[in-house]
């Protein structure tokens, strides 16, 4: 699955190391061609495509014995004593280059878009354990910047920056409580990313279950296009 957009999409087939190895490097540890991120932050790792038993025992070590091991797109194949823990078929997705994001609707029910913080994060954990958007950890706020809606002064919806390949910046825990649901928050809020992204010299992505069909068209809608098909796959470590 291709789009024929002629930008530079190299980095996106290793979303996870390229960012290890760039700008998320002080939030991963590494050892050899293995790398994963800190306790707390991501449970993503990465090995090269090509990964041989040596990079398998690498991250086996920097993981310890019996841990997760979430390999995101990674198409290495670990050795048989790796139990498989899961296995989604999903999507990456990518903004076309040149491309600017329509006006956002406007904002309605006295709502508004506002940065979320440090002070945020125990919200942002109670909001994502309820609706699911994938994983979400106590510190994964520091991977980028994170944006929600609050009604009332409570949070019903966030959405925010994951892993950053270079000239890229993932777009991820998109969520709403499903009481404010079909008031329009996740386009106002994926606008506003794409917007504050692009601002930086940089393209937004995302990735996407093949199952979440409203996520798939939401994001046609406003302008992402389909860059390929990614199978997602965790393991636990012998």
């Known amino acids: 699955m291709t789009n024929g957009d002629s930008g530079d999409t190299t980095a996106l087939d290793d979303p996870v190391g390229e960012s290890l190895r760039g700008r998320h490097a002080e939030l991963g540890r590494r050892a050899g061609r293995a790398a994963t991120y800190l306790p707390g932050v991501a449970t993503f790792s990465a090995v090269p495509a090509e990964a041989n038993a040596a990079d398998w025992a ?38 076309p280059a040149g491309s600017r994001p ?29 609706t699911r958007p994938g994983p979400f950890w106590p510190r994964t706020r520091d991977l980028g910047t994170y944006l929600g809606v609050r ?29 404010a649901r079909g008031r329009g928050h996740a386009l106002r809020l994926v606008t506003a990313l794409v917007t504050r992204i692009l601002a930086q010299g940089q393209r937004p992505f995302l990735h996407v279950a093949d199952t979440n069909t409203e996520a798939i068209a939401l994001y046609e809608r406003l302008g992402f296009t389909s860059r390929k098909r990614v199978t997602f796959r965790g393991f636990r470590t012998p």
Do not use: K, Y
Not at 70 to 94: H, K, N, Y
Not at 151 to 179: F, H, K
């Open 58 to 95: 690498d991250l086996a070590r920097l993981l310890g014995r019996d841990a997760f091991a979430d390999m995101f797109s990674c198409p290495a194949t670990p050795p048989p004593d790796w139990e498989p823990v899961f296995v989604l078929e999903g999507r990456q997705m990518i903004w």
């Open 151 to 179: 009604d009332g002064g409570r949070l019903v919806a966030m959405a925010g920056e994951r892993l950053r390949p270079p000239g890229w910046t993932e777009i991820s825990a998109v969520c709403t409580d499903p009481e």
């Open 102 to 130: 329509a006006q956002a609707r406007a904002a309605t029910g006295g709502t508004d878009v506002v940065e979320l913080g440090e002070a945020d994060v125990p919200e942002m954990l109670d909001l994502a354990a309820r």
